[in-house]
């Protein structure tokens, strides 16, 4: 075979799939010779005649093709119709003997990555004979135990989640009871709640009993011990990240916070959800978050000294007047004033807006973020020079600026959660009050905004 364009009018081609003729059409090597020697023939007044009867040929063997790939296409799918009513037979005839040997449920609870039609002893297109059956019994019973173990693990999980919610709601109902409110002291997570022993005691106990709501009543009185414990604990998980040379010298929960200075609320994301691969089946509901990830126990792994941040502060403190190994966060909340940066403008061009105020928390990660490059600048900051106090005082400043510093305050310096949300599916990470506004505007219209809405400072 080989190609050439000498009168291809003549011939029936059909484009090459091989190499050195890939995509090129192609003829019969024989034929082409014997066109070739009839056409070479024939006088110049014949030529048009030959080609003409020849493309008509071609034509009647184009249809000829079409009406063989047509029959060729049918046939096909009809033998692919029977092999496939051979594998359902087949399937069929399987799933009989696998209920006779009561593995019934079992079948029906398969789910994926498993199948049990997508087995290679079930798809196979050949009858079921009881000679075959007694080849491959063996493995198609194997691989039944193996999903009656997933499924009754799957059902232990589910039974466990059962109890899990219930504790959830207990631990919800604190937290939005006047124990829980107002929201000034960090509460644990539900899965710290889940390893609380008492708790844990009742989610472990065999399938055969009943949990329900009376059944953890005893643990509603210790609740509040609970958390107090569990307190003591993250503190102690802190007071080791912050370094200090003999934590057990510190007995009272007082010399605790004084030594490390935290503000009274912590929930940092990383500290309090994890990454969720959705591998548990089924999923604990209870935990389960709408951002592809999960809640977890409160862990510290995540957290670490900012060492420039305490430089930050440590000056910013000093330029308060005030004395940073004695100030603590609460202190600083507490001067009722606002902030404004004036290091922003660079020749006319600002890089943050002048007419911005924020509260202490605000102003510090700014001041980290855009300007904090010399931590020896960092300890002489000044007032009026390197940011302007502007007093809580309505008699100090324009009344109608006021309301805007007020706004711009509340947008910087705090964060919100949803109150009607919380420890849910739909609950979402602390933020701006714009953002919380378009929250409770969309998951609850008919709800007033103080009721939804708490604030994390």
């Given at each position: 075979?080989?190609?050439?364009?000498t009168?291809?009018?003549?011939?029936?081609?059909?484009?090459?799939?091989?190499?050195?003729?890939?995509?090129?059409?192609?003829?019969l090597?024989?034929?082409?010779?014997?066109v070739?020697?009839?056409?070479?023939?024939?006088?110049?007044?014949?030529?048009?005649?030959?080609?003409?009867?020849?493309?008509?040929?071609?034509?009647?063997?184009?249809?000829?093709?079409?009406?063989?790939?047509?029959?060729?296409?049918?046939?096909?799918?009809?033998?692919?119709?029977?092999?496939?009513q051979?594998?359902v037979?087949?399937?069929?005839?399987?799933?009989?003997?696998?209920?006779?040997?009561?593995?019934?449920?079992?079948?029906?609870?398969?789910?994926?990555?498993?199948?049990?039609?997508?087995?290679?002893?079930?798809?196979?297109?050949?009858?079921?004979?009881?000679?075959?059956?007694?080849?491959?019994?063996?493995?198609?019973?194997?691989?039944?135990?193996?999903?009656?173990?997933?499924?009754?693990?799957?059902?232990?999980?589910?039974?466990?989640n059962?109890r899990?919610?219930?504790?959830?709601?207990?631990?919800?109902?604190?937290k939005?009871?006047?124990?829980?409110?107002?929201y000034?002291?960090?509460?644990?997570?539900?899965?710290?709640?889940?390893?609380?022993?008492?708790?844990?005691?009742?989610?472990e106990?065999p399938?055969?009993?009943?949990?329900?709501?009376?059944?953890?009543?005893?643990?509603?009185?210790?609740?509040?011990?609970?958390?107090?414990?569990?307190?003591?604990?993250?503190?102690?998980?802190?007071?080791?990240?912050?370094g200090?040379?003999?934590?057990?010298?510190?007995?009272?929960?007082?010399?605790?916070?004084?030594?490390?200075?935290?503000?009274?609320?912590?929930?940092?994301?990383c500290?309090?959800?994890?990454?969720?691969?959705?591998?548990?089946?089924?999923?604990?509901?209870?935990?389960?978050?709408?951002?592809?990830?999960?809640?977890?126990?409160?862990?510290?792994?995540?957290?670490?000294?900012?060492?420039?941040?305490?430089?930050?502060?440590?000056?910013?403190?000093?330029?308060?007047?005030?004395?940073?190994?004695?100030?603590?966060?609460?202190?600083?909340?507490?001067?009722?004033?606002?902030?404004r940066?004036?290091?922003?403008?660079?020749?006319?061009?600002?890089?943050?807006?002048?007419?911005?105020?924020?509260?202490?928390?605000?102003?510090?990660?700014?001041?980290?973020?855009?300007h904090?490059?010399?931590?020896?600048?960092?300890?002489?900051?000044?007032?009026?020079?390197?940011?302007?106090?502007?007093?809580?005082?309505?008699?100090?400043?324009?009344?109608?600026?006021?309301?805007?510093?007020?706004?711009?305050?509340?947008?910087?310096?705090?964060?919100?959660?949803?109150?009607?949300?919380?420890?849910?599916?739909?609950?979402?990470?602390?933020?701006?009050?714009?953002?919380?506004?378009?929250h409770y505007r969309s998951?609850?219209?008919?709800?007033?905004?103080?009721?939804?809405?708490?604030?994390?400072?």
């Amino acid at each position: 075979m080989y190609q050439d364009y000498t009168f291809p009018a003549c011939l029936p081609t059909r484009r090459s799939s091989r190499k050195p003729f890939k995509g090129d059409k192609i003829s019969l090597c024989r034929e082409y010779e014997q066109v070739k020697s009839h056409y070479v023939s024939l006088t110049p007044d014949q030529h048009k005649t030959y080609r003409e009867e020849r493309k008509a040929f071609i034509a009647e063997i184009a249809k000829h093709v079409q009406i063989g790939e047509a029959w060729q296409k049918q046939r096909t799918r009809n033998r692919e119709g029977e092999l496939e009513q051979l594998r359902v037979d087949r399937a069929k005839a399987i799933s009989k003997k696998l209920v006779d040997f009561g593995y019934e449920q079992d079948l029906e609870s398969i789910k994926a990555p498993d199948s049990f039609h997508e087995h290679r002893l079930v798809r196979q297109p050949r009858a079921l004979t009881e000679k075959g059956w007694s080849n491959i019994s063996r493995d198609i019973i194997e691989f039944m135990e193996k999903m009656r173990s997933k499924r009754l693990d799957r059902e232990h999980i589910a039974l466990i989640n059962s109890r899990k919610a219930i504790a959830a709601s207990l631990l919800r109902t604190y937290k939005l009871s006047s124990s829980g409110m107002p929201y000034t002291n960090i509460l644990p997570t539900i899965v710290d709640f889940y390893n609380f022993g008492p708790v844990k005691d009742l989610l472990e106990l065999p399938d055969q009993f009943i949990v329900d709501e009376p059944r953890f009543a005893p643990v509603i009185p210790q609740i509040d011990a609970f958390c107090q414990t569990w307190r003591e604990r993250i503190h102690g998980e802190l007071i080791q990240i912050a370094g200090h040379p003999d934590p057990s010298s510190l007995q009272t929960m007082v010399q605790k916070a004084a030594f490390l200075k935290l503000a009274r609320i912590l929930a940092h994301r990383c500290s309090v959800t994890e990454w969720d691969p959705h591998e548990d089946d089924p999923p604990d509901e209870a935990i389960s978050l709408w951002d592809m990830r999960k809640r977890c126990a409160w862990t510290a792994k995540h957290l670490s000294l900012h060492n420039k941040a305490d430089v930050v502060v440590s000056g910013f403190i000093k330029a308060l007047d005030r004395n940073p190994e004695q100030t603590t966060g609460d202190d600083l909340g507490n001067l009722e004033q606002f902030y404004r940066c004036l290091l922003c403008e660079h020749g006319g061009f600002f890089l943050m807006s002048p007419t911005v105020v924020s509260g202490w928390h605000a102003f510090v990660n700014h001041y980290c973020d855009e300007h904090a490059f010399d931590l020896g600048s960092c300890l002489t900051l000044t007032p009026d020079k390197d940011f302007q106090v502007i007093p809580i005082d309505h008699e100090s400043i324009d009344p109608k600026r006021w309301d805007s510093y007020q706004q711009k305050m509340e947008f910087s310096d705090f964060r919100w959660r949803c109150l009607r949300c919380r420890d849910l599916y739909s609950e979402t990470e602390p933020c701006h009050l714009p953002g919380i506004k378009m929250h409770y505007r969309s998951k609850h219209p008919d709800i007033d905004d103080d009721v939804v809405m708490f604030k994390v400072t």
